[in-house]
């Protein structure tokens, strides 16, 4: 196994197609403590994605860090950073009880090898203190046939239980306290082994997404399908992306567009994509020059496997007296998991939600020297305790006064879809 340092970049020619390249680079990964693959999947929908994928890996002597400040930024970092991360930016928020499966408020590692490949370009980059050895070790590996065992989840928020909160919420909603939440169910599974590549694989089969990730920290796997970007920074420009608004695909062609376009002229996720969308430049403001702050597009449909999206854009200028990494503390956790106002929401979750969110409405991605970084939401994940045989998953939806429960409730199946799908 090669134990690489920081090296200069090494170029090589892509070998054959790349979803076939992507399962040999994961083998290779498989055996080191800390690996993180972030795979774009080919989607077309992300306009501001540098890279096709990246993988980087270490091994045990790798520095992990358990928080993201202007000192860290001094190294490529990988990993996540959890929902219960709010209490770090909202002191005054009350603790939740413990996650069924714990990632730790925060997670990064510093890699010893990091292979990329940049969007629109037809070779793979490898920085490490051996890239040939890496490479003829990765030439080397070969792909198993994936055996996935099945795997039983148990949903914690049966659908009355869920309809009930959602009549509790609407009360809040009523009386003024908030205008919009974000209410979550959480699926369990325990003493079901899951061979996390192999899940994953399967996932992002069934489900290729702009921000895809397989990370491993040690014991604990995040295997996501995200679609959703939280925040990128990139030479200066601060980009969010939140999604609020969701359909089920249709099997017929004509129905899927009809589909679509009742989406796209729904009221009322057209209302629940500005309040969000509010929210956000409220967060960039914090961060930007105001004059700066600006929604790009508004409304964006965006269609994956499973579901119809509506996507805003909203962009700014950092501020210079803001560092990137304040502005990512500044706008976290994501509004579109929390609701507006979001610390009234974030309190209101604590008390409805019989469980904790762990790392799901939390973040995952990179930062690169210097600042720049692109993380995504955590939803359409999966999270894994090896040690312990443990997997969990969220699932949610936003709450207005217009909802009808039993609507929202059908809306987080679809939004598990993929996830169950992967589990047969």
Known sequence: MIQAAKALWTKFPMPEPQVSFRERLLEWARPFPFF??????????????????????????????HDLTDEHISN?????????????VEPKLSAGSPPFVDAGIAGFFIP??????????????????????????????????????????????????????????KNYIRDGDIYEINLCREFRTQETPIDPVEFWIKLTAYSPVPFAACIRLGEKYLLS??????????????VSQPI?????????????????????????NQAENVMIVDLVRNDLYRSCDPHSVKVDRMFELQTFPQVHHLVSTISGILSNQVSAIQAFRNAFPPGSMTGAPKYRAMELINQVEPFSRGIYSGVCGYVKPGGDFDFSVVIRSLVFDEEKVQGSFHVGGAITWDS???????????????????SD
């Open 36 to 65: 993180a693959f972030l795979d774009s999947c080919h989607s077309e929908v992300d306009r501001y994605g540098e890279y096709d994928f990246l993988l980087a890996v270490a091994g045990n002597e790798a520095r992990i860090l």
């Open 76 to 88: 490529w970092l990988f990993g996540w950073v959890s929902y219960e991360f709010r209490r770090t």
């Open 112 to 169: 010893e090898t990091i292979l990329l490949k940049k969007r629109g370009e037809e070779f793979l980059e490898i920085e490490s203190s051996d890239a040939e050895g890496a490479w003829k070790e990765i030439l080397a590996v070969s792909v198993p046939e994936i055996k996935a065992k099945k795997v039983v989840w148990n949903s914690v928020l049966d659908r009355d239980e869920y309809i009930r909160k959602v009549g509790i919420l």
């Open 225 to 238: 399908a995200s679609p959703e970007r939280f925040l990128k920074h990139i030479a200066g420009k601060l």
């Open 244 to 268: 609020k608004g969701t359909i089920s695909r249709a099997k017929n062609a004509g129905e899927d567009e009809r589909y679509a376009e009742q989406l796209k002229n729904s009221e009322k």
């Open 404 to 422: 009808v429960a039993e609507d929202e409730f059908e809306e987080t199946n679809w939004k598990a879809a993929a996830l169950l799908l992967a």
